[in-house]
């Protein structure tokens, strides 16, 4: 069993178009993140849950918006998308800033 | 702000020779984490040092936490081409903010 899965795993799409990445975790964890990977493999935290409450967002734009339904969900929706978008997008979940659990990350191509 | 700074951003090596990243923080840290990234994949972590001073080591893999528990640093000994891949430094900030260094790239010459 997938302890964090994401999907799509892959996504193409045209600029200005609005996309949405799911991510769902069964290690009954507190905290889920959503983190960008640019062309030169820098990780850089997005937004944080724990509890179902945003507790960090970083200054991303207001056109990345995260969804938590549950705790052990949390989907990245992204508005009118820009070329500078393009990376791939991980989903991971701690418990108490333990150890941080990946998906597979989710390559997002913007046109 | 606080950060956590890693380097060198790239190292190469001749398959045997010996392998260090460095990260160092600005602020006091309650825990460093070390996670290995292989080309194509996603972060899997490798080790969580706590106390201060502490040393950890798994097979050919030595990591260190310093006094101060600002600077951590990963040694690999006589590496082998398995060990390719970015191995990244993170620590937690602020609360449950979990920060990454910017990873150090490792390629193995055969």
């Known amino acids: 069993d997938t302890a964090v899965s994401q999907t799509p795993k892959y996504l193409v799409t045209q600029m200005g178009n609005d996309k949405s990445i799911k991510c769902e975790q069964n290690?009954?964890?507190?905290?889920m993140y959503w983190y960008k990977q640019d062309s030169k493999k820098f990780l850089k935290i997005m937004f944080s849950?724990?509890?179902?409450?945003?507790?960090i967002n970083e200054t991303v734009p207001n056109r990345f918006s995260p969804k938590s339904p549950d705790k052990a969900h949390l989907n990245l929706h992204i508005n009118s998308l820009e070329l500078g978008d393009s990376a791939v997008y991980f989903c991971a979940s701690t418990y108490n800033t333990g150890e941080l659990f990946f998906g597979e990350g989710s390559r997002l191509t913007v046109l | 702000g606080q950060q956590v700074m890693q380097i060198p951003q790239y190292q190469h090596v001749q398959e045997g020779e010996d392998f260090t990243t460095y990260c160092n923080s600005s602020?006091?840290?309650?825990?460093i984490q070390w996670y290995k990234q292989r080309p194509g994949g996603h972060p899997v972590f490798l080790i969580q040092?706590?106390?201060?001073?502490e040393v950890k080591k798994q097979k050919r893999l030595t990591f260190q936490f310093g006094e101060a528990k600002k600077n951590s640093s990963l040694h690999i000994t006589a590496t082998q081409t398995t060990d390719v891949g970015t191995y990244f430094c993170a620590g937690p900030v602020n609360n449950n903010d979990m920060r990454f260094g910017a990873g150090t790239r490792l390629t193995v010459k055969p």
């Open positions: 290690l009954g964890h507190d905290t």
């Open positions: 602020t006091t840290l309650s825990n």
């Open positions: 849950y724990n509890n179902k409450e945003l507790i």
């Open positions: 040092l706590v106390k201060s001073g």
